[in-house]
């Protein structure tokens, strides 16, 4: 089945700067890309998704990169906020199915 | 609307009992899906219902059952439930395949087995 690596797994960032977060994927076939946000005790929450026709996705501070050669796609969010900080997933999606990285933990500190 | 909806929300369980899950979408969503997150392990798909009628094993389906009711619900049971079941268990929709992608979650089950 799919393998979805993602690094780092704690990052740190002063408000202001920006993060990025990357993924892994080990099978060509996935065609769908999600990144999900979760808040303690909260269920993860979709902010951004690319699919394997496009390269790159913004939505304000936001931006998807998906390189389909390489097999990796990353998370760029700017000019962070502190209500910014929670554990985002990425994932990969083949045939219905849905496989997760193990999740970025993110503190941005005022 | 509620979306997808999760009970119970909190469970102890002795090891050896058994327990359901219950879901229920107001999506009319085909795809149901059952996940499992442990620390450190990200989202672990259980099982997966793509339409009425239909199931399969996801990637950690051993000591798990499900049952698609009908479109909008999709259960899960645990027949003997072990201490490394403690976990927080994710129900999710999705119309995957008809052109949208997006899993909605519901709330989730915070399940722990003494």
């Known amino acids: 089945g799919e393998n979805v690596e993602q690094h780092p797994s704690t990052l740190s960032v002063q408000e202001g700067d920006s993060a990025v977060i990357k993924c892994t994927y080990s099978?060509?076939?996935?065609?769908?890309f999600p990144w999900y946000k979760q808040e303690l005790g909260k269920r993860p929450q979709l902010i951004i998704d690319i699919r394997s026709n496009v390269g790159e996705k913004k939505d304000q501070r936001i931006a998807v990169t998906l390189n389909k050669t390489a097999k990796h796609f990353s998370l760029h969010i700017t000019e962070t906020q502190p209500e910014d900080s929670a554990v985002y997933f990425c994932?990969?999606?083949?045939?219905?199915?849905?496989?997760f990285g193990t999740g970025t933990s993110l503190t941005v500190i005022p | 609307n509620a979306g997808v909806t999760q009970t119970p929300k909190f469970q102890v369980l002795k090891t050896g009992q058994s327990m359901t899950l219950q879901c229920a979408q107001d999506?009319?969503?085909?795809?149901m899906y059952w996940y499992r997150q442990d620390p450190g392990m990200g989202l672990r798909l259980i099982y997966y219902?793509?339409?009425?009628?239909t199931t399969d094993k996801g990637e950690v389906p051993n000591g798990y059952n499900v049952s698609r009711l009908n479109k909008r619900e999709f259960s899960l049971r645990l027949e003997s439930a072990a201490p490394s079941q403690t976990s927080v268990y994710f129900c999710?929709?999705?119309?995957w395949g008809q052109g949208a992608y997006e899993q909605y979650f519901g709330p989730g089950t915070r399940l722990t087995v003494t």
């Open positions: 994932a990969a999606s083949i045939s219905n199915q849905f496989y």
């Open positions: 099978d060509s076939a996935s065609n769908y």
């Open positions: 219902s793509a339409s009425e009628g």
């Open positions: 999506m009319n969503h085909n795809s």
């Open positions: 999710a929709s999705s119309e």
